[in-house]
């Protein structure tokens, strides 16, 4: 099979570059104006604040969040104790921070940063009365657990090979106080081992969770500071995570079963079942007080659930605005939660027993979120979301993704908002590859079943275009490979198409970057059996010049180091070599997830104007 644009893999042909400054100035010319004049209103919306992580402390909670320009770790409501503005002055280069833990007593801090979008970073220790350095460690370490006058850290190798003679990459667990470090764990363990240390909130247990690829997982438990006593308590052939050990009994949130989630309890050499499987997915759980509280995935969007510690249900409740919750710290006695919505980016609520809401961000105006079903070809009910504003002039602009068992959960889009408040709504699907409704979910869209994904949100748009909605379908990565299969397949779905740093050539996408980690998702191009369902719906090779496409944006970086951006410039020739109404939009400047602030804003505004100029 010959490839007509396989030159265009090469990122530094002249051919490619002048295309590039060539399509950005078409691009340019189609959306300027308009893009121009919505700019400050979504940088607005880009710029309010959102929490990362928080931590409780006896003095007090502290909190990451990322500013307009900048990220600051601070005291809730009071000072600032970490700026990246600051830390971008003393580096010279683009700051990010990476994350952030205290000890309990709230005097010592442990936060890292990576500069100039590399992946590798800085870990640096503070004490927080004085503010005086106290470590920095290079590259950073995670999992930083302070005890006593010392902290255990894992340090992770990317190159080289570990102390025990392991080749990267690999993890190992260290214990560092004033007499130095020492290798605490993981010894003779291979490469590809992951492993995670928590501490009990009661402080005097390790919970050490060792993975192995996604779908295996191994917990270890013993005495906080004595690393030799830890021993192997449970093993299981899916994901599973420690939750707490309350009375000498380790809780475990583990997807046994149908791999929907469930609660179970170890004593001794006993298990026992707390919390069973349920309809649907329960995704995490935390101890507080002598209650667990629980967070289920309900048709895409979390309700809490109380339990007793033996599994008998208290009750459930939702919240107005259908959410994603999710447990950023407990001490034990209150949990703080996270909640986001897509018209609100965020809010901080604290849970005792009861729940109380501690700050938030949210956008001004009237917006309602219904949510409907859609029937696959297969006669699956599809769930989707769709937010409405004061007015609703039949358009709207949708987003699914719909593999590698992600869930869509409702979520604050910046760009949206100027959409909703000019008559447009705004729609996200949930289609099969997810992990809405669990692994069976997950696996009914994977590899030779692909082709579920695409049907699903054909009928999902379908359903919109029946209601009598002019359509803008749009996904990026694995979401652009779903918007160009339905392009393909029903060009008459959709008045507009969306395409973001797409994987789109199926024959060649393990040759590309980082593509051969994505085979047990799609299958193996090498493989005459895959080989043939792959072909069957590759959107690169099934371009139709006997059909009508719509309105089509393209867009990529240069610089993406995860999906090639050969997939989004060979797919564009193909639509243009046929008279489609394509366009391509090449970001000279960002990576897949690396880019400045002001640059991801500016691409959002982009699309937000395409899809108001092309369902004017």
């Known amino acids: 099979m010959e490839d007509p644009y396989l030159w265009m893999e090469n990122l530094q042909d002249e051919r490619v570059l002048k295309l590039v400054e060539e399509e ?144 990267a990459p690999a993890v190992r667990l260290f214990w560092k106080d004033k007499n130095g470090e020492k290798l605490v764990f993981g010894e003779g363990f291979g490469s590809g081992y992951f492993m995670g240390l928590r501490k009990s909130t009661d402080g005097k247990w390790a919970m050490l969770t060792v993975t192995f690829g996604w779908n295996k997982a191994d917990i270890y438990i013993g005495p906080i500071d004595a690393p030799d006593l830890w021993q192997k308590v449970y093993s299981a052939e899916v994901p599973a995570e420690p939750i707490d050990v309350v009375n000498g009994r380790l809780y475990i949130l583990t997807r046994e079963g149908k791999g929907l989630g469930k609660v179970v309890a170890i004593e001794g050499e006993k298990t026992k079942e707390v919390v069973p499987e349920g309809e649907f997915p329960l995704e995490w759980a935390v101890i507080v007080g002598d209650k667990i509280l629980a967070g289920r ?125 000019r008559g447009g709504t705004f729609a996200m699907a949930n289609l099969r590859g997810g992990s809405e409704y669990g692994e069976e979910w997950h696996r009914a869209g994977m590899r030779e079943n692909k082709q579920n994904v695409f049907d699903d949100f054909i009928a999902v748009l379908e359903k919109l275009k029946k209601d009598g909605y002019k359509v803008a379908a749009w996904g990026r990565s694995n979401g652009g490979l779903l918007v160009s299969a339905t392009l393909t397949q029903r060009p008459d779905v959709m008045d507009a198409a969306l395409i973001g740093y797409p994987v789109i050539d199926m024959m060649r996408f393990h040759k590309l970057y980082i593509g051969s980690v994505w085979i047990p998702e799609y299958g193996n191009p090498d493989d005459p059996n895959d080989r043939e369902f792959l072909l069957k719906y590759s959107p690169y090779h099934n371009v139709d010049p006997n059909k009508k496409y719509p309105p089509t944006l393209i867009y990529t970086g240069l610089h993406d180091d995860r999906v090639h951006p050969a997939h989004a410039l060979k797919f564009f020739m193909k639509l243009k070599e046929i008279g489609a109404p394509v366009y391509l939009r090449v970001e000279t400047k960002s990576g897949h997830m690396g880019a400045s602030p002001e640059t991801r804003a500016k691409e959002l505004t982009d699309l937000l104007a395409f899809v108001l100029r092309t369902l004017s």
């Open 297 to 421: 995935l309900v048709h895409a969007s979390h309700r809490l659930e109380l339990y007793t510690l033996e599994g008998e249900k208290l009750s459930e409740f939702g919240f107005e605005l259908p959410g994603s919750v999710y447990p950023l710290d407990s001490n034990g006695k209150k949990v703080l939660l996270r909640y986001e919505s897509f018209t609100v980016p965020y809010r901080l609520y604290e849970f005792d027993g009861e729940l109380k809401l501690i700050e938030k961000q949210e956008v001004e105006g009237e917006f309602t979120v219904e949510e409907d079903f859609a029937t696959s070809k297969d006669g699956t009910k599809i769930h989707y979301f769709h937010v409405k504003g004061e007015k609703d002039e039949k358009k709207v602009w949708v987003f699914g993704y719909g593999g590698f068992n992600i869930s869509l959960t409702p979520r604050f889009f910046p760009q949206a908002i100027p959409f909703i408040r």
């Open 24 to 167: 950005n100035k078409r691009f340019r010319e189609f959306v300027g104006e308009i893009s121009e004049k919505l700019f400050p209103e979504v940088w607005e919306l880009y710029s309010i604040p959102t929490i990362g992580g928080v931590k409780l402390t006896e003095r007090g909670i502290i909190a990451m969040y990322r500013e307009r320009d900048r990220q600051v770790i601070r005291w809730l409501g009071g000072e600032v104790i970490v700026d990246s503005k600051e830390l971008e002055e003393e580096v010279g280069d683009q700051v990010l921070l990476q994350g952030f833990t205290a000890d309990k007593s709230g005097k010592k801090l442990a936060y890292s940063f990576s500069i100039g979008g590399a992946d590798e970073g800085v870990t640096r220790i503070i004490d927080l009365e004085s503010g005086e350095l106290i470590d920095e460690l290079k590259p950073s370490v995670w999992n930083v657990t302070f005890l006593g006058d010392g902290y255990y850290f894992s340090r992770f190798y990317r190159h080289g090979e570990t102390p025990d003679g392991v080749k």
